[in-house]
């Protein structure tokens, strides 16, 4: 009899085998994930400080380039959309001086959140609300001869172009100018040091003239003396 082939016997794992490991290549990175880079051992403080001084430089130029528009003011009745006819001087009399006082108390308060002490008429003709105004130059002298009636501002030329606005008393400035004198120890006073040195004081924005009159009210008070009249220069008196 011929030899029977023997069968090969079907190999069969065991527990012991052990599969070779198998290593994940990276993942290409996909385009506009952001990878997030963890910091080695060898990263030095002064390469973490570089980082954080260029951030800080980036979100200060970015702060500086922030432009603050300037606060619009807008009288009770509103702008033209909203009342019309307050933007047109009345044809009656009557009505126009109503007009012009109401006109004219609105101008008071425009002028204090501003710090304006002069309003010229190339002013009143671009700012807002007034520009809206229908004959904008009969208007702004109509409302300026109505708050000079009520004492309050003065023409500063014959041509009715410059209104001196009194939205504060210069009596009481004068106090507010005494009062700053005895708590910062100034004993000497005068027009131009006020102007030059003392800028960013409110009485030092007020008009020149109106400085050297403070300087005379505390003079004729018993605050002051002169030390040079034609200089208003005068020593406070404590």
Known sequence: MGMKEKRREKKTKTKGQVRPIEVEEPKSQKIGETLAVQPSEDTT??????IVEIKSHTETVAKSE??????????????????????SIPPRKEDSTMWAEEWGDFLLEWAQSKSVHVISLSTFLKEI????????????RLIGDCLVKKEVADWLDRGRRQLRIYWKPLEEWADILYEWALQTGNTFLDLKSIIIQEADEEFAKLPERDIGILLSMLVEKGSAEWIDKKKFAIKIQF
């Open 66 to 87: 922030i432009v603050t528009e300037p606060e619009i003011i807008l009288p009770s009745w509103g702008d033209i959309t909203e009342s019309e006819w307050m933007y």
């Open 45 to 50: 403080s002064g390469h973490v400080d570089e």
């Open 129 to 140: 609300p007034f520009k809206d105004m229908v004959r904008k130059v009969d208007a702004f």
